[in-house]
């Protein structure tokens, strides 16, 4: 109570506390004796003194008689009016006696006591969980009631708690009020700024037990312990096809659906996933970012380096079940199956002509397109096939 001042005559016989004012005394002893004689005219709640009737009948009108200089902040009555401003001064008047913790108001440092002592005096009817303050405990309970009180003025999405609302209000807004100390990235929200610190700091407190590797985010542990599992909790309603990770499940959705929502801006054509479009891109830029160690051969795409290593280390690591010829590259594979089966996948829209593979199909389309992209660097002849120039250069040598 924080008009309790000195100590002069009046005092409280019952707890023997002091006030500065006889007429302070006379509200403080109608707390003890339960005299409440003011009564609010709009919802009967009854008052021990004039003074808190004042105060409450401004829930009613809505009055806020105290107004912050620094911010502009309104409050209906003193006691909040002084509590906000310390959070401009940054007054702590409570200290802790365990362990030193200041706070700006009494009631919190009431609650952080019980962290020390573990009274937890709330509890939820429905599992008992006990908590150490009563907005804890209402938050609990709507994990159970489903109850979603604060919504979004935008897009109607509702929250159980307003912290959350908070939160979501920025991805309107586009406010980012946390800014990383080393590169001033922004972020919405403060655990994505801390995850995004451990970029820098290389931070990785999230270990396998299994295999020892680490991570940076907790999320990407889970994931990973699905390698060794072999979990695959996300499946296609349509097709059944079980995935480790929703992302993936995403993608493999498109499939169904059509959707290639990664359009190159160059020539237009579409893809399911976004690293698709960025290995697509390299054909407009001629980008080679993956080398042969070897050999020295640039390549636009990491699976095309792999497939190249095995022209030098000689593995054919997918077999033919019919005949057990070996490949170097599953596509090569599944083109020499279509010998056994017969099958003709790709057919020409001019002519009808089928081709096992698509790279016959685009050598008999240039029999109608007249292309003949390549050119004799002697005497400028020009052939639709690689193996016609090769032919032809021996005339040369």
């Keep these: 109570m924080e008009t309790i001042i000195e100590e002069i005559n009046d005092s409280c016989e019952v707890p023997e506390l002091t006030f500065s004012e006889n007429y302070i005394l006379q509200a403080h002893m109608k707390t003890d004796t339960g005299n409440k004689p003011y009564s609010c005219y709009v919802c009967g709640l009854a008052c021990a003194a004039k003074s808190i009737l004042k105060i409450h009948m401004r829930t009613h009108t809505g009055e806020k008689a105290y107004s912050c200089e620094v911010c502009g902040s309104a409050f209906s009555n003193n006691s909040d009016f002084k509590k906000h401003k310390r959070i401009h001064t940054g007054e702590k008047p409570y200290s802790c006696e365990v362990c030193g913790s200041a706070f700006s108001n009494s009631s919190n440092m009431k609650k952080h006591m019980r962290t020390h002592t573990g009274e937890k005096p709330h509890s939820c009817e429905v599992c008992g969980s006990g908590f150490y303050d009563t907005s804890d405990m209402k938050k609990h309970v709507r994990t159970h009631t489903g109850e979603k009180p604060y919504s979004c003025v935008v897009c109607s999405s509702a929250f159980s708690l307003k912290f959350d609302l908070r939160k979501h209000m920025r991805v309107h807004t586009g406010e980012k009020p946390y800014s990383c100390e080393i590169c001033k990235s922004r972020f919405a929200n403060y655990s994505n700024m801390k995850k995004h610190t451990r970029i820098h700091s290389g931070d990785k407190p999230y270990s396998c037990d299994i295999c020892g590797s680490s991570f940076s985010q907790n999320f990407n542990l889970q994931r990973h312990l699905r390698k060794h599992s072999g979990e695959k909790p996300y499946v296609c309603e349509i097709c059944g096809v079980s995935f480790s990770q929703n992302c993936i499940l995403n993608t493999h959705m498109r499939t169904h659906t059509g959707e290639k929502p990664f359009s190159c801006e160059k020539c237009g054509l579409a893809f399911l996933q976004k690293s698709i479009l960025k290995t697509h891109m390299r054909t407009h ?47 090569t594979l599944q083109a020499h199956v279509r010998t056994h089966t017969g099958e003709k996948p790709y057919a020409c829209d001019i002519c009808g002509s089928a081709f096992s593979n698509g790279s016959n199909m685009k050598k008999h389309m240039r029999t109608h397109t007249g292309e003949k992209p390549y050119c004799c660097e002697v005497c400028g002849a020009g052939f639709s096939i690689c193996s016609n120039i090769k032919r032809h250069m021996k005339k040369h040598s």
């Design 285 to 331: 830029t001629g980008e080679k970012p993956f080398s042969c160690d070897i050999c020295g051969l640039a390549v636009s795409h990491n699976s095309s380096l792999q497939s190249h290593m095995r022209t030098h280390s000689g593995v054919k690591p997918y077999s033919c079940e019919v005949c057990g010829s070996a490949f170097p590259e599953k596509t």
